[in-house]
């Protein structure tokens, strides 16, 4: 496994907004099938980090290579690359106007091209996945924040990524909410899906990751096994983080 | 009063006046279908263009929606019907009603659409993007009809707003329904053609005034 190539290889990002660097030289390597966890206290860049993937965020400097893409080439097709590199936010981003099935045709009728049918068939599919083949014709507003963060990882899936990015994905839901979506989530890594997430959940790192990566200050502090940096974290920036999460 | 009823409500005189008056309706209704979607497809393109981060574009866009907001249309028409022919240009009454109301509706249009696409969360935007729609279309299928509907009330009072400005083509001599309603009023020297046209345009624009207070209400209930 450890002889795959990384689906996501990244050196040397930096990110500034204005006179702030936000990401001060990021190098991190995700393999195949690998669930990767970035922590930090907040304002450590770590949703910078995944929306640079997808260049949703400009980078400023550095390389991303994404299933062998340089993302950042001029010649790159951001739109081809964003296809495969799914993404899930914490604030769910459905299409309101649109029905759960409507919000995970749109990317495969509009992108890929392809016909309804198809694309309802597609689509009915990954809401099953999520465990909400009955929601099809529901509207946003109408599902719970649980259900809205399902039909979003669907919408994701339907297109087939190769790599999943989750920013901060249960951290707006209600706590009796979390565990439909974490389900899901521990459904797709035993399924071999790539993901990179960035969450408070720390029992989930705990008990899914195979790597957590602590960040602060916009750099990466020290990553290992979640048992590794839970458990005997080596650099104090790490401890201190780790012991106040624990203690709360 | 029969005095009044039969200045203003001469039944007579109304009767003889409506051919004439319904044939002014029919350019009335002619140039709404032609400056309505021309002045949404020129706010459309102001608003688009004002999403550009350069100030190059949004200055003189700025610049352009202030002028023409501010600018009385009815002086905007009479310049452009009589003042454009001393610079060699000669436009008929009905395109200068049409540029001149494309000018002044894609300002106000354009205020209005660049509202609702501001009111779209940026997570919207974003969200599509990163499933690989391209701009144009994140834009067309994500944003914009959410937009629309944000801003709706304020598209049908603008629209209505429109509709009733369009007797400002009168002064231009384009035979339009209050045009028709003046030159009835002169040749029978009795305004009851005038109130004729009132009740048309009334009974025109009633029932988008009701849709339009149901809008409303129903903005204001869902938020």
């Given at each position: 496994m450890q002889r795959e190539p990384p689906v996501l290889s990244i050196r040397?990002?930096?990110?500034?907004?204005?006179?702030?660097?936000?990401?001060?030289?990021?190098?991190?390597?995700?393999?195949?099938?690998?669930?990767?966890?970035?922590?930090?206290?907040?304002?450590?860049?770590?949703?910078?980090?995944?929306?640079?993937?997808?260049?949703?965020?400009?980078?400023?400097?550095?390389?991303?290579?994404?299933?062998?893409?340089?993302?950042?080439?001029?010649?790159?097709?951001?739109?081809?690359?964003?296809?495969?590199?799914?993404?899930?936010?914490?604030?769910?981003?459905?299409?309101?106007?649109?029905?759960?099935?409507?919000?995970v045709t749109l990317a495969l009728r509009q992108v890929l091209k392809k016909p309804r049918r198809e694309a309802d068939e597609i689509a009915a599919a990954a809401l099953a996945r999520v465990g909400l083949a009955d929601k099809q014709g529901a509207y946003p507003g109408e599902l719970s924040g649980g259900q809205q963060q399902?039909?979003?990882?669907?919408?994701?899936?339907?297109?087939?990524?190769?790599?999943v990015l989750f920013d901060e994905p249960t951290s707006a839901l209600d706590p009796e909410l979390v565990g439909s979506v974490l389900q899901v989530m521990r459904d797709l890594r035993e399924a071999g899906m790539t993901m990179v997430v960035v969450s408070h959940e720390m029992g989930f790192a705990r008990a899914a990751a195979d790597r957590v990566v602590f960040m602060d200050q916009g750099e990466i502090v020290e990553e290992g096994p979640p048992a590794a940096i839970f458990g005997a974290p080596q650099h104090a920036r790490t401890r201190a983080f780790v012991d106040q999460i624990v203690r709360h | 009063?029969?005095?009044?009823?039969?200045?203003?409500?001469?039944?007579?005189?109304?009767?003889?006046?409506?051919p004439y008056l319904l044939q002014g309706l029919g350019t009335t209704l002619l140039l709404v279908l032609l400056v309505v979607p021309l002045g949404i497809a020129g706010g459309?393109?102001?608003?688009?263009?004002?999403?550009?981060?350069?100030?190059?574009?949004?200055?003189?866009?700025?610049?352009?929606?202030?002028?023409?907001r501010a600018f009385p249309p009815l002086v905007l028409l009479i310049f452009l019907y009589a003042g454009l022919p001393f610079a060699g240009i000669e436009i008929g009454a009905f395109t200068a009603v049409a540029i001149g109301f494309f000018l002044n509706n894609s300002a106000y249009y354009g205020e209005v659409l660049r509202a609702g696409i501001e009111s779209v969360p940026r997570g919207q935007?974003?969200?599509?993007?990163?499933?690989?729609?391209?701009?144009?279309?994140?834009?067309?299928?994500?944003?914009?009809p959410q937009a629309v509907r944000n801003v709706l009330p304020d598209l049908v009072g603008n629209t209505l707003e429109v509709v009733k400005l369009t007797s400002l083509a009168s002064v231009v001599a384009l035979p339009e329904l209050l045009f028709a309603a003046r030159q009835a009023q002169s040749l029978t020297y009795n305004p009851s053609p005038i109130v004729l046209a009132a009740i048309i345009y009334l009974v025109l624009l009633w029932p988008f005034v009701r849709l339009l207070s149901r809008l409303e209400h129903r903005m204001l209930v869902s938020r």
């Open positions: 040397g990002l930096r990110k500034s907004f204005g006179a702030t660097e936000v990401l001060r030289g990021i190098d991190l390597d995700v393999r195949p099938r690998e669930l990767v966890f970035v922590i930090g206290p907040s304002g450590s860049g770590k949703s910078t980090l995944l929306r640079c993937c997808n260049r949703l965020e400009e980078p400023s400097d550095g390389s991303i290579l994404f299933d062998g893409t340089d993302i950042r080439a001029p010649g790159t097709d951001i739109n081809a690359v964003r296809r495969r590199i799914g993404m899930v936010f914490q604030s769910f981003n459905l299409y309101p106007h649109m029905t759960a099935l409507g919000n399902r039909v979003a990882i669907a919408r994701a899936l339907a297109l087939e990524p190769k790599a | 009063m029969p005095g009044f009823v039969e200045t203003f409500f001469n039944l007579e005189i109304m009767r003889a006046a409506l459309l393109a102001v608003a688009l263009l004002y999403r550009s981060p350069r100030r190059r574009v949004r200055w003189p866009l700025i610049l352009y929606v202030d002028f023409f935007w974003e969200a599509a993007r990163s499933t690989g729609l391209s701009a144009p279309r994140a834009m067309l299928w994500v944003v914009l």
